[in-house]
């Protein structure tokens, strides 16, 4: 029985997007407040990317090279890790997998965040904190040098439905997805949950540092 030429267009077009799904589905990182983002992370800097190549890291079980695309940085700033600078930031070569694209003309700024490798090198994945630097607020940007540091002991809950509430004292209630249906909302633009003096945990919006009065206060 002869094939129609519409049964194969057809078969071809379902075969794309069952592999695009495939691929989509391939990495998936479940949304995080960029305070959580800096407490997992063993590195966060700003930087610019000044290199880009493709390079061999290792074979996999079966003995074909591992590529990974290494990019070259230029250090500007270090918020977080170890007693040196950075170098290179190493990411897998697809998004696919989880592998992140960054301008490696230099005329950009990141705020970089993920784990730390051996001689002055990170790896990088889709699930990290990265962006650019422009586009962080000016209480993001105060918040790196210290306060996302102080409330690295809270830990924030995602709010899934309304109603919802926090089970701990020491926990803080991220809205932003349920309010207003994005992840940059006003509470990971503007506001870090601080530990306070009796051990619950509070937002805190401001760029100064929190006075010792919050720190201290107590719900009514």
Request: glycine share 6%.
């Amino acid at each position: 029985m002869p094939f129609s030429v519409n049964g194969i267009l057809c078969t071809l077009a379902l075969l794309v997007l069952w592999r695009a799904e495939e691929l989509a589905e391939a990495c998936s990182c479940a949304p995080v407040h960029p305070q959580q983002a800096f407490c997992n992370a063993d590195v966060v800097i700003r930087a610019k990317v000044v290199g880009e190549r493709e390079v061999d890291s290792g074979n996999d079980i079966y003995g074909n090279p591992i590529k990974r695309i290494q990019y070259e940085i230029k250090q500007i700033k270090m918020f977080k890790g170890p007693n040196q600078d950075i170098e290179a930031v190493f990411t897998a070569p697809v998004s696919a997998v989880c592998g992140v694209t960054l301008d490696a003309t230099g005329k950009k700024e990141y705020l970089i965040s993920g784990k730390a490798e051996s001689g002055g090198r990170m790896h990088v994945t889709l699930c990290d904190y990265i962006m650019h630097w422009d586009s962080l607020s000016a209480t993001q940007k105060k918040s790196l040098s210290q306060r996302y540091q102080m409330g690295c002991d809270c830990k924030i809950v995602r709010c899934p439905s309304l109603p919802c509430e926090i089970s701990a004292p020491e926990e803080c209630l991220w809205t932003d997805l349920m309010i207003e249906k994005q992840v940059h909302g006003r509470q990971a633009n503007h506001y870090a949950c601080v530990k306070r003096a009796d051990g619950s945990c509070s937002w805190y919006r401001g760029v100064a540092p929190p006075k010792k009065e919050f720190l201290d206060a107590e719900d009514p």
